[in-house]
């Protein structure tokens, strides 16, 4: 825990002097070219970015700290909103994205792993590699290409209607999804292929099978509990991975998630804004990686139990 | 003393370069990753001169003409050839993204050697700053260093190079850290070696197959970040021909039926970065056992 | 063409000189009926009578609006996603001022055919050297809180914008113009505009044109974006950052009733999102589009495209205090190798207007249509090449932001002036960066030897005359320094004659065709597409988008 | 009676790229019902495959693609799936090498035996009952307990003992036992062999027991068999084949062991030349011939048959010409290294230890050792009892704890390498275990040698390339080899190798680190022979780590007994063998199984090696000791009890109370 809020703290430097880094005056960015010099000096003043960068970063931290995340630049009010919103957005997506792809990456990584090095294996190899390294902008195009102009089965916007139900929210969230999907489909595939191989190939599930247990058994009781422990961990930890994929497909399909939120942040140059989005992100990160730990260890009783007594 | 033998050397395979390099020709998915790539590095090498039309030329009279005979993918919006600038759109992303993953890996590695052999505090130091650097996704570390550095494609090469040193570096810790243990490196300190030819000459060498592999899927890993920062904006500029470029300036036309404008672009990246995986992975299951 | 001569002389009665004047040139045939309208309208002469003026001289009356639609329903439209929070005096961007536009009026609307007609204004006068301008206001306005407007809230709007200390945006329009304390109340529904010099054109500077002039209560709420009080025909019913907007219809407006129950924004951060909602039904309208996204809907006929013509457009700049474009024979030459009607053609889709490197398009009405197009002649500019000493050609760098058509536009000129053997460099780079500080010394675009900027709409040169070009402008990223042009701006500012106006315009045109420090190869059309079948949507150039008497 | 199991003719093939190569090639055999039957061979000889083709679980990749196995009576290759999981439910059972990983991580004990119970039909409410009833049966004091427990949680003989009770929980015909006990200390190798021992009687199971060791072969079984390359080449009751082999690869693995009663001093260990075949290599004759002293034309064209002669049988055409090995290769010993009285290396005081606070591992306290120059100092100890350390220390390697005194030939020691002058670095040096982790497999052999001798000799040039080439010879290596990277290498050369490069440096001290554990005896014998004339030729010290008290005995002149990083004994080799000894000395003794297969009363050893971290307080081996006085051992540390020629150990126990070896020192084993 101490080791992740340092790796926090040490991420607010980072963004706060990326955020600083900056020649130029934020006002002049905000307002644009031919904005009248009097109000780029107005603004500045007002949003206190005249003040030393030190006095700046302070004031920032101890902002997050009490939980004020500042007031956006463009939008000269609190962040707090429009990050709560985003994030809830990115959430629904992601959410779609994990449901689809845990069971199906684990089923492929499982399959691939018990006809290892047959067709399947091969196929699903391949397959699951070239998906997880195509960005997530071509398979989004073509995706869009194919069923939302050609075929005219998914509408090709993420937004829906205020109000809608959730069945209407999942229609529209699952072409956005299927992106994401391919990309980490490969990725826990790959990790639960790996897993089961060490599981099936371990001496443990020889054992089982010479105990005379039947295969599904021995696949079931054996060999599947401790190859998806190391899939369940890695799967946690792309949460955050997943979260550069949303901030293009974010954009591609118009959805006010995170990822488009800091994408904009960054365009306005929005720092407050930006700041906060990529903290969030951050203090994701190490959420996430905190309950995988946690998962792990719950799991896992080499860590459950400590050494031998 | 007689019956002491001259031993016979054992059957023991060829070994070495050479050996890697035969078996990596009898792995598909190598061969096939490796026809691609070598497919997309003679088109960014010689493309611009055996494209039939030159990618940059516009013929305004003759802009967002479907595939034909005469233009086989088709003219873009200022009625310049898709097919030549495909060809020639593989020249930038295939001279930034290889040069990052060089930069990264040379980073990488150093920082990897030094962590996985010092261990201590160094290595505590340097691997809480490699997860928070790991604490967000490059494009979101690009994004961020682009907005305050601004965007041009020195930056871009050196906000890849340093977010893909750590995976690197992590990678080559936990391979040096197996090698640490091993007692060729205690037999050097024996010899009172010093640290940098351990580093370097001992452990390297040993560590390079896991380096490669890795430098193979960050080259892949570079492409896909390379194009997908050109795609939102803030990658590889105007006016080149980059595929992710083409995309983010066309796609929009995709609604009113002029698909032929991105869709060839989106197929070369995906085989660029797909080629560039098989390699891995066929070096990865060559050189790994 | 039979002129009503009695007709005339009843109308002329009790007119000011500058109206008879500019009666005198139509009767004369100096301008068309079109542009004594847009004229006149300047001047304050009311619809009906220069509805009459003109058929009095012939013309006959101008054909009533499209025909009525039907009440009811929603529109929903699409919007870029405003930059920053809604509030009218700070607003900057396009974004914004759509949604100003949707709850907001000023006192004059700059119509699309920029004409300049009485909105919350019923009429306006100036005085005999133009330094004074006296508005009379509409009486049963209310605004949205139930408020009567006065001269009172317009007073304070007006002293708002022009008061530096609230750093508004409208100072780049006032700055000179009009100062705190300019705008004086005169009764209850008349107020006067004491102006800091003379300006021929004052109407427009509290026009739509200058979108922030929207007329709101003297008591500006803090947080402004909560009630968006205004006097428009549409009320805010809810305002998500970000995210979108809705208006319901403003039963209290004092116009005619506003049709649509309801409208809804949808901001989009890009444009191609907004198409494919178009097409997928999720919007009715785009409020607007690039002509390079609106090529995908071009040619589809579930979709209607307005095009209004604009003043907006791509200036080339060639700094004129260095090499390689000190000669102005080599910007001459530069200007001469682009294909004006093929770029216009092929890269705007015939959506645009040919500019002829001065701000004066064809659509001003100031605009002296005497003076020659330039038109491409590649053997002249390489001969100009050699004259300067240069016909071997040089290497330099274009400069610009990637917006629009701009990157596209680049390469159009980079692979022209390969011609006359210049290697065009291209340095394309975000907006941000090519603006940077926008002062001399810390700005790409005012510094660079050639440019590429994009200037949005304005429904008078005046601007695009003096910041970009006059010595010391702020904007002169061409670093021109000419005397003799200065002088003839000023005279042209404060010129409340058409004629003279025109006359003026004509030598500033000659000059900087001569002179060539900027390119304005055309003007593009303002875009805005709808459903088929839609009707009364009412775009502006600058970015509004009236919809109160819009229906499906 | 059917037989528990039988071989007929059993072939089985491993496809490698696309090649068939045969792994065992013809072999017959069978064990009847209650029968021990054993299977010795070197590495590489076919010894898992055979265990593993007797239960039906071939690696994908392997095949019986000749012969049939009859498991009481029926043919295995003819089951179907559910037949055969019967068979492994009822009948077949198996044990394997490292129980650690035969175990599930993730489920309790207690579920992994009950699923035996499960599989066996047994209704539910039963399982915890019967489960801790088969614990308890394989001598787990606390079953109840243990069932709770994660395999990670207990020791690697309780895992051993889990994994036995799930094997014989069927209660099956028979047992299959692959190298059961390999890679357990040698004092917890003899509980698990007095389990299987014990169980046997009482279960009437027969036994196949597969083993490297010969010496566990001759203690567990009735007969045994000799696979060499694929095939069984000879086969009879335990105490004739050791007694009086009848192929000469079994003879030449007896004369290989450094028995007790074999020393340096007294003759070199016998080797076999060559190398064992290569899995599918083409053969033409004897498949032992290329290595066979008594080889001749007959030998390298005609396959012998497995003749069987009155209980036995042998795969050799010349059966009765084995004693005529003798006097081929029974060499005299190399001229004695010169020992005199001058300590080369002097230890006191020396304590390491790692972390800090609760955590802290003592690993090392107040050791205390003289080494003399030319002597051979064996050091032996359970794992864990910080051998390695010790070593480590010596070299530089770890920085010993403050207060720690070292000193090499008068001078002190520093910490570290770093600090130590090239004179002493270059003196001291080590033979590592294991070859694969001491050689740098990117670099050649040449490379290796050459860099030492550049940076620690200073030679260059035409000297350096001299010197190489000696160091080469000395340990008989060829120009050849000197151009190969380790992978080209075999395990023995490799080892040749590591010796080479620790000589080049001539040192004065030379630290062994179990220099043979990782090969073959045939290869061991080899390595030790060298060792031992290099001392001879080179006046160095050794200080020799082995588990394997046979080397420790063959090559020491004095012995260190350490036990959780203190040295407990230390003596003359002959002195701390016979006794009068420390009581953890006689157990370490007793629990190694000899040719013979005497069975002598063990000492034996209760509960595991206490925690380094938490060290038992007075007598360290007092938790286990079973001459423990309590009130005293487990309260006051233990004099230093100081017996003849520098005889020293450390112990409440009065001299003459101390235990002494009473079984015969001199061979247990006559050579013929």
Redesign the interface.
């Known amino acids: 825990m101490m ?1 992740a809020l ?3 703290w ?2 607010s430097v ?2 706060f ?9 934020v006002g ?16 500045n003043h007002e949003m206190g970015t005249d003040r030393p960068l030190l006095v700046q970063y302070l004031d920032w931290i101890a902002g997050f700290l009490t939980g004020d995340l500042g007031q956006s ?5 609190p962040v707090a909103p ?1 990050l709560m ?1 985003a994030l809830l957005n990115s959430a629904k997506l992601a959410a779609v994205a994990f449901v689809l792809v845990v069971p199906l990456g684990i089923l492929g990584g499982v399959v691939a792993a018990l006809y290892r090095g047959r067709a399947a294996d091969r196929i699903l ?2 397959v699951g ?2 998906a ?8 989004g ?2 995706l ?2 194919i069923f ?2 050609w075929l005219r089965w998914f ?3 993420a ?1 829906w ?1 205020d109000g809608a139900g959730p069945l209407t929210q999942l229609y529209h969230l699952i072409l956005p999804a299927i992106p994401l999907v391919l990309i980490l489909f490969g990725y826990i595939a790959r990790m639960a292929r790996a897993g089961m191989i060490e599981a099936l190939d ?3 599930t ?9 295969y599904p058994k021995v696949i079931w ?2 060999v599947l ?2 190859a998806l ?1 190391p899939t369940i961990s890695v799967i946690a930890t792309q949460t ?2 997943l ?3 949303l ?2 497909i974010e ?4 959805y ?1 998630g995170i990822g ?5 942040a ?4 929005d720092f407050p804004m ?1 700041q906060a989005g ?1 903290m969030s ?2 203090a994701l ?2 959420l996430t990686t905190f309950l995988a730990d946690l998962l792990y260890a719950r ?4 860590i459950r ?5 | 003393m007689t019956d002491l033998p001259t031993p016979v050397e054992a059957a023991a395979p060829e070994h070495g370069w050479r050996d890697d390099l035969r078996r990596l020709r009898g792995s598909v ?1 190598f061969v096939v990753g490796a026809v691609i790539v070598l497919f997309w590095v003679g088109c960014a090498v010689f493309g611009q001169s055996l494209v039939p039309f030159d990618p940059f030329a516009d013929d305004l009279m003759n802009s967002l003409m479907p595939p034909s005979s005469e233009h086989w993918f088709g003219t873009d919006q200022l009625g310049r050839d898709v097919f030549s600038r495909v060809i020639v759109g593989a020249r930038d992303i295939l001279t930034v993204a290889p040069i990052a993953t060089l930069l990264s890996t040379i980073l990488g590695t150093a920082l990897g050697l030094t962590m996985g052999y010092f261990g201590g505090l160094i290595d505590e130091v340097s691997s ?2 490699v ?3 790991l ?6 570390v690009a ?8 965007t041009s494609t020195f930056t871009v090469l050196v906000v890849i190079a340093f977010s893909f040193a750590p995976i690197i570096a992590r990678t080559v810790r936990s391979a040096v850290l197996s090698e640490v243990s091993l007692d060729y490196v205690a037999a050097a300190e024996l010899r009172r070696e010093n640290t940098l030819y351990i580093l370097f000459i001992e452990i390297l060498p040993n560590v390079m197959p896991p380096i490669l592999v890795e430098t193979t899927v960050r080259l ?2 570079a492409i ?1 970040t390379v ?2 920062l050109s ?4 990658g590889i500029q105007p006016p080149s021909p980059d595929w ?1 470029l083409s ?1 983010s300036a066309n ?1 929009g036309l ?2 009113g039926g002029f ?1 032929w404008a ?2 060839f672009d ?1 197929l070369a ?2 085989s660029l ?2 080629g ?3 390699v891995a ?1 066929g070096m990865e299951s060559t050189l790994n056992d | 063409m039979t002129i009503n001569h009695r007709l005339l002389d009843i109308l002329r009665r009790g007119r000011s000189p500058h109206e008879n004047h500019l009666i005198d040139g139509l009767v004369r045939g100096a301008f068309s009926r079109r542009e004594f309208l847009r004229y006149g309208s300047v001047l304050g002469l009311s619809a009906p009578l220069l509805g009459g003026i003109t058929s009095a001289v012939g013309f006959g009356l101008a054909p009533s609006m499209a025909r009525a639609g039907t009440p009811g329903g929603t529109i929903r439209y699409g919007q870029i ?1 405003p ?3 809604v ?1 009218p005096v ?1 607003v ?2 396009g974004g914004g001022l759509t949604v100003l536009s949707q709850f907001g009026e000023t006192l004059v609307f700059s119509a699309p055919d920029l004409s300049a007609q009485p909105l919350l204004a019923e009429s306006w006068a100036p005085n005999a050297d133009g330094t004074v301008w006296t508005f009379k206001l509409r009486q049963n306005v209310k605004f949205h809180n139930g408020k009567v407007m006065t001269a009172d809230d317009v007073v304070a709007t007006f002293d708002r914008l022009s008061d ?6 409208a ?2 329009v006032f ?1 000179g113009v009009l100062s705190k304390g300019g705008t004086r109340k005169v009764d209850d529904y008349t107020v006067e505009f004491h102006l800091d010099a003379a300006n021929g054109s004052f109407p427009y500077a509290v026009s739509t044109d200058n979108y922030n002039s929207i007329i709101i209560p003297a008591e500006f709420p803090e947080d402004f ?1 909560a009630t968006m009080v205004g006097t428009g025909p549409f009320k805010l019913e809810k305002y998500t ?3 979108g907007a809705s208006f319901v219809r403003n039963t209290d407006y004092w116009g005619p009733a506003p049709l649509p129950d309801r409208v809804e924004a ?1 901001f ?3 444009y191609q ?1 907004q198409i ?2 178009l ?2 039904g ?1 919007i009715d309208v785009i409020q607007q589009l690039p002509v390079l996204q609106a090529v995908a809907l071009l040619n589809d006929p579930n979709f209607t495209i307005i095009s209004t013509p604009s003043s907006a457009h791509q200036q080339v700049h060639m700094r004129t205090d260095m090499d390689p474009f000190k000669d102005k024979r080599v910007r001459q030459a530069v200007a001469l190798t682009l294909d004006r009607p093929k770029i216009i053609a092929g890269l705007m889709r015939g959506k645009a207007q040919i500019g002829n490197d001065s701000p004066f398009m064809p659509a001003f009405p100031s605009t002296n249509p005497s003076v020659p197009q330039r038109q491409q002649d590649i053997a002249q500019a390489k001969q100009l090449m050699e004259a300067a000493g240069v016909g071997a050609g040089f290497q330099t760098t274009l400069t610009t932001e990637k917006y629009l058509e701009i990157p596209d536009y680049a390469v159009l000129i980079q692979n022209a002036v390969k011609e006359i053997g210049i290697d065009l460099q291209l340095n394309i780079m ?1 907006q ?1 960066t090519y ?5 001399f010394g ?2 790409p ?1 005012l510094d660079s030897s050639m440019g590429i ?1 994009d200037y949005g709409h304005r429904g008078v040169p005046n601007l695009f005359l003096q910041a970009p070009l006059m010595s010391g402008g702020p ?1 002169n990223s061409a670093h021109f320094n000419n005397a003799e042009y200065d002088a003839l701006v000023k005279g042209f500012v404060a010129s409340l004659d058409l004629e003279s106006q025109r006359a003026t315009a004509g030598q500033i045109q000659t000059l900087l065709l001569d002179e060539t420090p900027l390119i304005q190869a055309y003007f593009y059309d303002f875009l805005t597409v709808t459903k088929a079948g839609a009707t009364g949507v009412v775009p502006t150039a600058m970015g509004h988008l009236m919809l109160g008497q819009a229906s499906l | 009676m059917t037989d528990a199991l039988s071989f007929d003719n059993l072939g089985v093939a491993y496809r490698v790229k696309g090649k068939m190569r045969q792994v065992l090639d013809g072999v017959s055999l069978s064990i009847a019902k209650g029968e021990a039957y054993g299977l010795v061979g070197e590495s590489g000889c076919g010894k898992s495959t055979t265990a593993f083709a007797a ?1 039906r ?1 071939l690696p994908r990749n392997g095949s019986v693609n000749r012969g049939r196995i009859l498991i009481d009576g029926q043919d295995i290759g003819l089951l179907s799936p559910t037949d055969l ?6 009948k ?3 044990i ?1 090498q ?1 129980p650690g ?8 004990i207690g579920r992994q035996v009950a ?2 119970f499960e ?1 066996a039909g047994v209704p539910r409410a039963e399982w915890p009952a019967r489960t801790h009833d088969i614990l308890a049966k394989v001598q787990i004091s606390d079953p109840a307990l243990v069932m709770q ?2 395999p ?4 690697g003989g309780m895992q051993q003992r889990v ?1 036995i009770a ?1 094997a014989i929980a069927s209660n099956p015909t028979l047992l299959v036992l692959d190298e059961p006990t390999t890679g357990l200390d040698a004092t917890v190798e003899a509980e698990v062999l007095d389990l299987i021992q014990h169980l046997r009687h009482e279960l009437s199971t027969a036994i196949l027991f597969i083993s490297h060791n010969l010496a566990v072969i001759a203690r567990m079984c009735d007969r045994v068999g000799v696979l060499y390359a694929g095939r069984l080449v000879e086969e009879a009751r335990t105490e004739e084949i050791f007694r009086n082999p009848r192929h000469p690869y079994t003879a030449g693995l007896l004369r290989c062991l450094p028995q007790a009663g074999r020393s340096k001093d007294k003759a070199m260990l016998a080797t076999i030349p060559g190398f064992l075949p290569g899995p599918g290599t083409k053969i033409t004759g004897c498949v032992f011939a290329p290595r066979c002293a008594l080889a001749d034309q007959t030998c390298r064209t005609v396959e012998p048959e497995l003749l069987r002669t009155d209980d036995r049988a042998s795969k050799c055409h010349y059966p009765d010409r084995i004693n005529e090995l003798d006097h081929i290769s029974n060499a005299a010993p190399v001229a004695a290294a010169v020992r005199n009285s001058k300590t080369i290396l002097q230890v006191d005081g020396l304590a390491k230890s790692f972390g800090s606070g609760t955590q802290r591992q003592r690993v090392l306290r107040d050791v205390g050792l003289e080494l003399r120059a030319g002597e051979t100092l064996g050091l032996v100890g359970e794992s864990g009892s910080g051998k390695t350390t010790l070593a480590r220390c010596i070299l530089g390697l770890l920085q010993p704890d403050q207060g720690s005194s070292l000193r090499f030939a008068g001078e002190a020691l520093a910490g570290t390498t770093a600090l130590r002058s090239r004179h002493q670095v270059k003196s001291i040096q080590i033979v590592f275990q294991n070859p694969d982790s001491a050689l740098n497999r990117a670099h050649t052999v040449y490379r290796m040698l050459s860099r030492t001798i550049g940076h620690l000799v200073g030679l260059r040039g035409a000297a350096r390339e001299a010197r190489i080439k000696s160091l080469a010879s000395a340990v008989r290596l060829t120009e050849r080899h000197l151009s190969a990277v380790p992978s080209q290498l075999s395990g023995g050369l490799k080892q040749r190798v590591a010796i080479a490069r620790a000589f080049a440096s001539d040192p004065q001290v030379l630290i062994c680190d179990e220099p043979t554990s990782a090969l073959d005896v045939s290869v061991q014998a080899a390595i030790l022979n060298l060792l031992a004339e290099l001392q001879a030729t080179k006046q160095v010290s050794y200080i020799l780590i082995s588990h394997d008290l046979g080397v420790v005995r063959y090559l020491s002149d004095r012995i260190a007994v350490m036990y959780l990083g203190q040295m407990l004994e230390i003596g003359p080799a002959e002195a701390v063998f016979s006794g009068p000894h420390h009581p953890y000395t006689a157990a370490l003794l007793s629990s190694v199984p000899t040719l013979d297969g005497a069975s002598t009363e063990r000492v034996k050893l209760t509960g595991a090696l206490p925690s380094t971290a938490n060290l038992p307080k007075g007598c360290v081996f007092h938790t286990r000791c079973p001459r423990k006085i309590p009130g005293l051992c487990d309260h006051d540390a233990p004099p230093q009890v100081k017996l003849a020629d520098g005889h020293v150990l450390m112990c409440h126990l009065a001299p003459e109370e101390l235990p002494a070896a009473d079984r015969n020192i001199p061979p247990t084993i006559t050579l013929p």
């Open positions: 080791l340092l790796t926090l040490l991420l980072l963004i002097l990326g955020g600083h880094l900056l020649p130029g005056n002049r960015a905000m307002l644009g070219p031919l904005a009248d010099q009097a109000a780029v000096d107005v603004l630049y463009a939008y000269r009010s429009f919103t190899s391949v590699l070239s997880t390294v195509v960005p997530e902008f071509v398979s195009i073509v869009i290409l939302g102009i509408p090709i916007s937004t209607v371990a001496d443990y020889r054992t089982a099978v010479l105990k005379g247990l039947s009781r054996h509990r401790n422990l955050v991975y979260i550069g994929g901030v293009v954009i591609l399909f118009h006010q488009s939120l800091i994408y904009t960054a365009k306005k140059k930006l990529v992100i951050g990160f190490a799991l896992n009783p080499r139990f400590g050494g031998r007594e | 998915s809480r700053l997860d928070a650097v604490a967000l996704p490059t494009v979101i994004l961020l260093a682009l907005t305050a550095l601004g892949g890993y896909f194009a997908t795609f939102i904006g803030f992710g995309i796609y995709i609604g698909w991105v869709l989106c990246i995906a970065v797909v560039i995986n098989l992975d | 996603v930059a920053a929070a509030n700070t900057a961007d530096p200390e609230m750093g508004s945006n100072l780049s700055t974006e950052p970000k995210v949808t989009y951060g890009d999102p494919l909602a097409q997928g999720a975000d941000g603006y940077g500080d926008a002062v810390k700005s675009w900027s904007w | 239960l679980y999981r019967h068979l492994r439910q009822f077949v059972s198996m394997y490292d990983r035969a175990l599930n991580p993730s489920l309790p699923e035996v599989l427990r994660y990670h949680q207990l020791s994994a799930m």
